[in-house]
């Protein structure tokens, strides 16, 4: 994990009052590290779950032709802070979390208002493969097989009213089940957000199972964000949530480090993050680094969607 100087953080964005925020800064300093991903090493390979909706993906490629991680990868090295910031013990840490039932609430700036039960979008909406890129902020990467549906599927079922211009997105609040959660330092529940015609893009999807088997908790279960051309932090886990609104939603990162971590979050190697390189990242289970890609190599669906905007302004 790489840790963060608290004269690093603006205390005017950070939700504490001074008095916690020193007391936290100083907890911080010792023991903890601010960052929405960390670099270890890559966990052992293993085998896919045998039940599935659609065919496990050992072996199979993405689109650039690069190999799908091991299911042990993607499921023993996960960033989960509700459970912990460490990186490999996230899963030991999410095994007795119920991920069914699972509703999720779709609300705000609909005509069409509703809670769903996840089994009943999977009837309704089909879940299909999808194999994408995930490039955290700080340069790993992974390839992953979702199994999953377009949120604009969703979106699209509650009729987003004119007025409506962003989707917010917010993690189940359990601080007995989410340990992680009893940690004032952060802003719990987790947040996202994304502009509505980002949310509507085909690319952005929700994810409901995984290798063709079911959401394990640490991977995001019930049911979780995927948006590849964005940093990972951007993919939100187990929401429960989702409004639609007509102002720009505060997001977790960006609340508690504006300059780190932005609303955008596109994955964009020309622009470094205050402490390290974009140019490059570490794909799990490969020894030598690799270039990034603009928008983690999405350019050709999603870069209209920025024209005439400075990504360097908008990180
Ligand atoms: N969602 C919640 N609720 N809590 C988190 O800590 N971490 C984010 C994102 N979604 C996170 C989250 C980060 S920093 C990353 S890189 C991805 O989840 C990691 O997803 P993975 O563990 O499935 O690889």
């Keep these: 994990m790489i840790p963060i100087k608290p004269s690093e953080i603006t205390p005017k964005h950070v939700y504490l009052s001074r008095r916690d925020f020193i007391k936290a800064a100083g907890v911080l300093a010792g023991s903890m590290a601010l960052a929405a991903c960390g670099v270890s090493t890559p966990a052992p390979t293993g085998s896919a779950p045998a039940d599935s909706t659609v065919p496990a993906a050992d072996g199979r490629k993405d689109e650039l032709g690069d190999p799908v991680n091991s299911y042990a990868d993607i499921t023993n090295y996960n960033n989960y802070y509700e459970f912990t910031t460490d990186k490999e013990g996230v899963a030991q840490l999410a095994a007795q979390f119920p991920t069914t039932p699972w509703d999720v609430e779709v609300y705000g700036l609909v005509n069409k208002p509703q809670k769903f039960g996840v089994e009943d979008l999977v009837s309704r909406f089909q879940p299909e493969e999808r194999i994408y890129r995930l490039r955290c902020v ?45 940690d004032i330092w952060y802003p719990w529940p987790y947040q996202e957000g994304l502009r509505l015609d980002e949310a509507m893009n085909d690319l952005t999807l929700l994810a409901t199972g995984l290798y063709g088997g079911e959401l394990p908790a640490q991977s995001g279960g019930g049911i979780r964000l995927v948006v590849p051309w964005k940093y990972g932090f951007k993919s939100i886990k187990a929401i429960i949530k989702i409004e639609l609104t007509d102002k720009q939603p505060a997001t977790m990162w960006s609340s508690i480090a504006p300059n780190e971590y932005g609303f ?5 190697p020309a622009v470094d993050h205050p402490r390290w390189s974009q ?20 350019a050709d669906q999603v870069a209209h969607l920025y024209d005439g905007m400075d990504l360097s302004i908008n990180y």
């Design 138 to 182: 700080e340069a790993w990467s992974m390839v992953i097989p979702w199994v999953g549906f377009p949120l604009s599927k969703l979106l699209n079922a509650v009729e987003p009213t004119s007025a409506a211009r962003y989707v917010r997105f917010e993690t189940i609040f359990k601080p007995d089940e989410l340990p992680g959660q009893k």
């Design 279 to 298: 140019a490059s990242e570490r794909r799990i289970g490969e020894i030598s680094r690799r270039n990034t890609l603009p928008f983690n190599g999405y």
């Design 264 to 268: 955008y979050a596109n994955v964009n």
